[in-house]
């Protein structure tokens, strides 16, 4: 895990004056309260995945909340857990009892708390959203110090502040979240297209007739070009459907336990770390775009996108999402129809230059995707002035400032993101 004044983007550092180890919620408390009395701003900090210091504070106070890691029992499909838990602790948990929450990050090492504070995408997006679309209920310490508890029925207004808002009203200590029955296997379908028209047509059956449980998409640099490939997963207990109907690109399948799945993204981790590239910067881009606006903005993106750039493992994931599947109110998609997520996936040389010059590549790379009414998915590397935020969350923003004024009167909350 890297320190208080890194995160995996390794672009961003800043030195906190002090980091508070919190493992109960009283901890966070005391924590805020200290930070107010001495008036520094603070953050939580969970995994420390976010890649452009939005968990680090200058000469404020970090609270590192992954001691805050209980995960309770399942009871009456749902689980309770502590914000530090990671997914991994909570999938742990459930799958041997055959539950799962409905959606999870394709990176299981991420903290709960650090995720649904940004929405958090994974493999069951497509038709079921994000990671705090499933969320019912949460306990915070707002930024006045406060020990809140919310969720769809009770302060509605928290609730919808801090799902998707990006850490600014408070820090998240617990989280209960829905759970679905999970089947043992899954028969997992890669997709090879022979151009970006095929992937998009192929990603579009299969995103209407919600065939498969999981569905994703990436294209990836090549020594011969671009290759495009979709992955998809049906999920069974006794035998799956294996449907293949409609598929212009070719297809490959794999029987593989519902754990290998969820666990899909290790080997990729491994060759990073085997080649000790883990740890180099990570200029990601991750925004969503209408797919609409699709056939015309991926060519332009792809041609301005040099291959070299994203590194031999990095991708432009490319994933279907259905129109309205995901709900939360601060999680902010383009309207009107299906949309993608268009993530730009770098794992660059460990060079400080090339880092600074895909940073500044990923404005130019957003301002085309928003000219075409896509929007930012907020954990990617990027500067966001206070007016690009206001922008973003376009008529959510009153809302979310009135939470925040309500509930972190000091503006201490989570200076990394530059929202206020
Ligand atoms: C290798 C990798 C894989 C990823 N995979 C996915 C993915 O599959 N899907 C996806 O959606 N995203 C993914 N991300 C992005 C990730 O979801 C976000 O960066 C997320 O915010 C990281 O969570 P974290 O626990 O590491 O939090 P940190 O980086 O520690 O914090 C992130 C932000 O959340 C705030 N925060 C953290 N904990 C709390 C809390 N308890 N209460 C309030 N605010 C808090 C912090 O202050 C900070 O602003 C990935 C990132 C990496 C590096």
């Known amino acids: 895990m890297s320190t208080p004044d890194d995160d995996f983007g390794h672009l961003v550092h800043r030195t906190p004056a002090r980091v508070v180890r919190a493992e109960r919620t009283e901890d966070v408390v005391a924590a805020v309260t200290g930070a ?25 106070v970090v609270v590192d909340v992954t001691g805050l890691r209980r995960v309770e029992a399942p009871r009456d499909g749902r689980v309770t857990v502590a914000a530090g838990a990671t997914w991994r602790a909570v999938v742990e948990e459930t799958l041997p009892r055959g539950l799962l929450p409905p959606v999870l990050p394709d990176y299981l090492d991420l903290t709960v708390g650090g995720t649904v504070v940004v929405g958090g995408v994974g493999g069951t997006t497509h038709a079921l959203g994000v990671t705090s679309d499933h969320v019912l209920g949460l306990e ?57 028209p095929t992937m998009l047509a192929d990603a579009r059956v299969l995103l209407a007739d919600g065939r498969w449980d999981h569905l994703q998409g990436a294209i990836l640099p090549t020594p011969d070009g671009w290759r495009y490939t979709l992955e998809g997963a049906e999920l069974f207990s006794d035998k799956a459907d294996d449907v ?98 268009l993530n730009l996936l770098r794992f660059p040389a460990d060079d400080a230059e090339t880092a600074r010059r895909l940073v500044a590549d990923n404005r130019a790379a957003y301002e085309l995707v928003r000219a075409a009414g896509g929007v930012l998915y907020p954990v990617s590397a990027l500067p966001m002035s206070a007016a690009d935020w206001a922008a973003h969350f376009g008529e959510r923003f ?23």
């Not at 707002?142 to 850490?167: K, N, Q, Y």
């Not at 990729?268 to 969503?288: D, K, M």
């Open 140 to 196: 915070v310490v707002t930024g006045a110090g406060e020990v809140r508890t919310c969720s769809p029925t009770e302060s509605p207004e928290l609730f919808d502040a801090v799902r998707g808002g990006l850490g600014q009203v408070g820090v998240v200590t617990e989280v209960t979240l829905g759970l679905v029955e999970a089947p043992a296997h899954a028969r997992r379908h890669t997709i090879t297209c022979p151009d970006l």
């Open 398 to 420: 009153p809302a979310l400032a009135a939470a925040r004024a309500a509930h972190d009167p000091d503006g201490l909350m989570t200076p990394g993101y530059e929202v206020f």
């Open 36 to 60: 107010r009395a001495d008036g520094l701003r603070l953050t939580a900090r969970g995994a420390g995945h976010s890649v452009y210091g939005r968990s680090q504070v200058d000469g404020g």
């Open 244 to 341: 293949l109907d409609g598929i212009e690109g070719t297809v490959q399948t794999c029987t593989v336990t519902h754990a290998e799945l969820l666990s899909r993204l290790e080997p990729l981790e491994t060759a990073l770390r085997g080649l000790g590239a883990w740890g180099n910067p990570h200029p990601w881009l991750t925004t969503f775009l209408g797919d609409a606006a699709a056939d015309d903005v991926l060519p332009r993106l792809l041609d301005r996108t040099d291959p070299a750039d994203l590194g031999r493992f990095g991708r432009v994931a490319l994933s279907p999402i259905r129109a309205g599947a995901i709900t939360t109110p601060l999680v902010r998609t383009p309207g009107g129809g299906d949309l993608f997520a």
